[in-house]
T-cell receptor, first 109, second 114 residues
Framework: DQQVKQNSPSLSVQEGRISILNCDYTNSMFDYFLWYKKYPAEGPTFLISISSIKDKNEDGRFTVFLNKSAKHLSLHIVPSQPGDSAVYFC????????FGTGTRLQVTL | DAGVIQSPRHEVTEMGQEVTLRCKPI?????LFWYRQTMMRGLELLIY????????DSGMPEDRFSAKMPNASFSTLKIQPSEPRDSAVYFCASSWKGRESPLHFGNGTRLTVT
């Protein structure tokens, strides 16, 4: 039973446009959420996080939005750059960190 | 900061053989995690240690898998006997204890069991 779901396995966006990656969760006990970025042949690296007491957190080009009533979060990247091409994992914590299956983002020129 | 170091980077073995994966966490981190990445299930937590003590091994798929952390700077994940369905990328990660402390991952070991 996948408690954290990333329903889009891949996404292609033009350079300079906005990338929106989505994540849904089922466990209402989750209260801390993170996004990790992964390049090929490397481990995931932490990107941005948000606590359930907030609905938005911003760090430069990256913004995470949390909608607790819908059990949904999203990562916005504006503007998208070719170096953003990677696999993005959503993760949720209610004590133990649970990851989604990832979304592969391709930023094209 | 050398980061989390995993070895080997690649392991190819025959079914039935024993496989040992190794991890050196970041110095000073007191939590260590083993994850397995597959296309179907993404990143699955296998086991995690806090202060060298296993806290939750509920993700270990079966008795063929075992993990140890004999000291704060070293951990192993062993599979015996290995099976083709164990083929995956295995990641080790470490962090400060604390839910808001992000995990620092190693570069993983790609295991292929033929």
């Amino acid at each position: 039973d996948q408690q954290v779901k990333q329903n889009s396995p891949s996404l292609s966006v033009q350079e300079g446009r906005i990338s929106i990656l989505n994540c849904d969760y089922t466990n209402s006990m989750f209260d801390y959420f993170l996004w990790y970025k992964k390049y090929p042949a490397e481990g995931p690296t932490f990107l941005i996080s948000i606590s359930s007491i907030k609905d938005k957190n911003e760090d430069g080009r990256f913004t995470v939005f949390l909608n607790k009533s819908a059990k949904h979060l999203s990562l916005h990247i504006v503007p998208s750059q070719p170096g953003d091409s990677a696999v993005y994992f959503c993760a949720a914590s209610g004590g133990k960190l649970t990851f989604g299956t990832g979304t592969r983002l391709q930023v094209t020129l | 900061d050398a980061g989390v170091i995993q070895s080997p980077r690649h392991e190819v073995t025959e079914m039935g053989q024993e496989v040992t994966l190794r991890c050196k966490p970041i110095s000073g981190h007191n939590s260590l995690f083993w994850y397995r990445q597959t296309m179907m299930r993404g990143l699955e937590l296998l086991i995690y240690f806090n202060n060298n003590v296993p806290i939750d091994d509920s993700g270990m798929p079966e008795d063929r898998f075992s993990a140890k952390m004999p000291n704060a700077s070293f951990s192993t994940l062993k599979i015996q006997p290995s099976e083709p369905r164990d083929s995956a990328v295995y990641f080790c990660a470490s962090s400060w204890k604390g839910r808001e402390s992000p995990l620092h991952f190693g570069n993983g070991t790609r295991l292929t069991v033929t």
